[in-house]
């Protein structure tokens, strides 16, 4: 079955700074790995997605994720963060294998002070 | 990219009452889902909305309390059934198109 562990339920940072949030996921075969990020009162909007070949993949926002697969990990980046960027951040994977129906985890909020 | 519109977008409830969550795609799409978001926790699936035939519910999810219709390609309701304050959720519509599933803006749901 495939799990995804996000260890950190809050992170703060302060604006201007860099975020790195952490994901490793379980799953048996190739993976489909995503973020989500869900501001408050907001459904999920997609910032990227890795299915196969460049292991750095580019989102909307500015933020960016490398899937590291001997480390199962799959961390979102960004360099600056900004104050709209407090959110509520989910990682998911899915199966490759046909059916798409995303596992999350149980998310990490990020806290931005001015 | 599917558009989703989901209503109520918020609602508060008595215990003991139903609440009909409506689900409508700008697109057809095969495949719909009804998740929750429980306060501080991540989603969960509660089932797969199928045209034509009877949802297909995950582990700790049953019709009599979820009951779930899919009339067509494009529209899909879940109904939480004989509410209790634990139903005090976020309940989202999604769908999944090629690799990628996109979700409506949820129903908050408050029971008193």
């Known amino acids: 079955a495939q799990s995804v562990t996000q260890p950190d339920i809050h992170i703060t940072v302060s604006e201007g700074a860099s975020l790195e949030l952490r994901c490793n996921y379980s799953?048996?075969?190739?993976?489909?790995l995503f973020w989500y990020v869900q501001s408050p009162g907001q459904g999920l909007q997609l910032l990227l997605k890795?299915?196969?070949?460049?292991?750095l993949v580019q989102g909307i926002k500015g933020f960016e994720a490398e899937f590291k697969r001997s480390q199962s990990s799959f961390n979102l980046r960004k360099p600056s963060v900004h104050w709209s960027d407090a959110a509520e951040y989910f990682c998911?994977?899915?199966?490759?294998?046909?059916?798409?129906?995303?596992?999350f985890g149980r998310g990490t909020s990020l806290i931005v002070h001015p | 990219s599917a558009v989703i519109s989901q209503k109520p977008s918020r609602d508060i409830c008595q215990r003991g009452t139903s609440l009909t969550i409506q689900c409508q795609v700008d697109s057809q799409v095969t495949m719909m889902f009804w998740y929750r978001q429980q306060p501080g926790q991540s989603l969960t699936l509660i089932a797969t909305a199928n045209q034509g035939s009877e949802a297909t519910y995950e582990s700790g999810f049953v019709i009599d309390k979820f009951p779930i219709s899919r009339p067509n390609l494009t529209f899909s309701t879940l109904t939480v059934s004989n509410m209790s304050p634990e139903d005090s959720s976020i309940y989202l519509c999604?769908?999944?198109?090629?690799?990628?599933?996109?979700f409506g803006q949820g129903t908050r749901l408050t029971v008193v």
């Open positions: 998911a994977v899915a199966g490759s294998g046909g059916s798409y129906i995303p596992t």
């Open positions: 890795y299915f196969s070949g460049d292991t």
């Open positions: 799953y048996g075969a190739t993976p489909y």
């Open positions: 999604s769908v999944g198109e090629s690799t990628e599933a996109f």
